[in-house]
Every structure is written in structure tokens, then in C-alpha cells.
């Protein structure tokens, strides 16, 4: 595996990818530390870099960046849906359940965003609870950004 660190507007981040350059981390330093094993590398990851310094600037609302993240099948399903969801706009973990063909099931969609291990590319923080804006694994004051430079503003 190859990583490096990227600095962005809401703190540094570390990207992770597998030789053939496919994306299998975008994790948030302060709470993810590669292991000793992984090669550090900057080459890979020219190209989402700079899709994510356009995303933070506001010229970039979807990625175009091969992702290979790691789960269930049921993770998976729920992650792809995630990519569905459009820049600006947020969605229930209840419909977002609804859309995976598991009415019902609102907490292991919940448990399956937060196992997300691409965030921002794969935007999890466009969920959010039907009280409120429910949680995020890099923090909510991070979650809290992300959606207002999507011009999402919460209550």
C-alpha cells in the first residue's frame, strides 16, 4: 500500500492507495495513523490532490478518482449509494436505508457510513439523522464544514 499526507482546509488527511493507484483510504490524520508497513509516496496522488484543493475552493462537486475501498457487501452497496447523493444536498439514514432496499434498517446504514474508509469522496457527511445532524467519524465541527461549503446550512 502506498499513502501520504495531504493538508486541507479542515486539517491534514491521509490518502492510501494500492499500487495500481486505485483509492482505498481518505482518512483524517488526527484519527488515523498509516502502518509501518505502507510505502510512503507522493506520485500516486497528484491527481486527487488536486481534485480535492478544487472541491475545497469550490470549483470540484464529484471525483473522478478510481476507489477501491474495502468491506462487506453490504458496506459497499451502502457506500455506492453514497456517491448518489448530491453535492449540496443531504439525506436520512432512514431513506438512505430506504435506497439500499433495507427499509428499517437506518442503524446498520448508520454503522456501515461510519465504516466508511474514503471520506469526503465517498461523502458520508451528507448524512444525517432525521433530528439533527447525527454523527462523524472525523468529528462534527468537521462534518459541520464540509456541508456548509456544500451550501447546506443546519439547524
Known sequence: ????????????????????????????????????????????????????????????????VP???RGTEFQRRV???????????????????????KPGAARAVGQANGANPIAIIIPCHRVVAAGGIGGYGGGLAIKRRLLALEGVLLE
Not at 27 to 32: D, I, V
Not at 53 to 58: H, I, N, Q, S
Not at 83 to 95: L, M
Open 1 to 64: 500500500m502506498l499513502w501520504c499526507r495531504h493538508e486541507t482546509p479542515v486539517g491534514a488527511v491521509v490518502l492510501a492507495a494500492r499500487e495500481d493507484g486505485a483509492l482505498t483510504h481518505l482518512q483524517f490524520a488526527e484519527r488515523f495513523s498509516p502502518p509501518e508497513t505502507w510505502r510512503q509516496e507522493t506520485f500516486p496522488f497528484e491527481d486527487v490532490r488536486r481534485q480535492l484543493d478544487d472541491y475545497f475552493e469550490g470549483r470540484r462537486q464529484t471525483f473522478q
Open 79 to 101: 457506500w455506492g449509494a453514497l456517491r448518489n447523493i448530491p453535492h449540496g444536498e443531504t439525506i436520512t439514514y432512514g431513506a438512505l436505508a430506504r435506497r439500499v432496499g
Open 67 to 69: 476507489l477501491a475501498p
